[in-house]
T-cell receptor
Framework: KAGVTQTPRYLIKTRGQQVTLSCSPI?????VSWYQQTPGQGLQFLFE???????NKGNFPGRFSGRQFSNSRSEMNVSTLELGDSALYLC???????????FGEGSRLTVL | DAKTTQPTSMDCAEGRAANLPCNHS???????VYWYRQIHSQGPQYIIH???NNETNEMASLIITEDRKSSTLILPHATLRDTAVYYC?????????????FGKGTHLIIQP
C-alpha cells in the first residue's frame, strides 16, 4: 500500500509569490489534513478536508487555503509569500474518524 | 483538546526500555491518548493510542493510570533508530476532525 505522497519535496520562492503544494493520500482515506512545522512554532494545524469539504481550520491567515478533489487528493496554496512562511509543510491522511494519521515526508518551502 | 505536559528531553541506553511520561490532568472522559514520534526530517509517525486500558502493539506499550491523568509510553528494547521527538496528544475520537495539537514533545536520545 503506497503511503502519503507530497510534491514537490523542496522549493524556493521569493516574497510576494504564491505556491501550491500537492498531497496524495493513502488509497481509501478520505481525510487529508495539513500542518506547518517551523523551529519556533513547532507543528501547527492548518486545515482538514474530508470528502472535498473543509471541516476544520487552524489559526492561519486567509493567505493559506486548500482544496480537496473527488479522488481525495489535496492541494494547499499560500499566496503573497512572506519570509515567515518558510517551513516544512506536512500532509496527513486518515479515515476521518480517528486520530491515527499517516504523514507524508513533507514539502520544504524556503522563501527568500 | 486537553493539554499535555512532557519532559523536554530524555536519554536511554540502547537495548534498555525507554519510558516516556506524559501528564494530561485535564483529560475528558471521551478523549483518547495518542502517541506519535518524529524522526529528524521525516513526517510524524503514529505509534499507539488508548482510552483507559493498557495497549500494546509491535512498536510500543501504552500504560494509562487509573485516573487517566497521566500515561507512559514504553519502548521495550530501544535502538538507535528510536532517537526522535515523541509527542503525546489527547483528543476525541470521531465526531469530526479537529487537527491534532502537537506540543513540544520529548526528545528521546538513545545512547550506544
Amino acid at each position: 500500500k503506497a503511503g502519503v505522497t507530497q510534491t514537490p519535496r523542496y522549493l524556493i520562492k521569493t516574497r510576494g509569490q504564491q505556491v501550491t503544494l500537492s498531497c496524495s493520500p493513502i488509497s481509501g482515506h478520505r481525510s487529508v489534513s495539513w500542518y506547518q512545522q517551523t523551529p519556533g512554532q513547532g507543528l501547527q494545524f492548518l486545515f482538514e478536508y474530508f470528502s472535498e469539504t473543509q471541516r476544520n481550520k487552524g489559526n492561519f491567515p486567509g493567505r493559506f487555503s486548500g482544496r480537496q478533489f473527488s479522488n481525495s487528493r489535496s492541494e494547499m496554496n499560500v499566496s503573497t509569500l512572506e519570509l515567515g512562511d518558510s517551513a516544512l509543510y506536512l500532509c496527513a491522511s486518515g479515515t476521518g474518524d480517528t486520530g491515527e494519521l499517516f504523514f507524508g515526508e513533507g514539502s520544504r518551502l524556503t522563501v527568500l | 483538546d486537553a493539554k499535555t505536559t512532557q519532559p523536554t528531553s530524555m536519554d536511554c541506553a540502547e537495548g534498555r526500555a525507554a519510558n516516556l511520561p506524559c501528564n494530561h490532568s485535564t483529560i475528558s472522559g471521551n478523549e483518547y491518548v495518542y502517541w506519535y514520534r518524529q524522526i529528524h526530517s521525516q513526517g510524524p509517525q503514529y505509534i499507539i493510542h488508548g482510552l483507559k486500558n493498557n495497549e500494546t502493539n509491535e512498536m510500543a506499550s501504552l500504560i494509562i493510570t487509573e485516573d487517566r491523568k497521566s500515561s507512559t509510553l514504553i519502548l521495550p528494547h530501544a535502538t538507535l533508530r528510536d532517537t526522535a521527538v515523541y509527542y503525546c496528544i489527547v483528543r476525541v475520537m470521531g465526531g469530526g476532525a479537529d487537527g491534532l495539537t502537537f506540543g513540544k514533545g520529548t526528545h528521546l536520545i538513545i545512547q550506544p
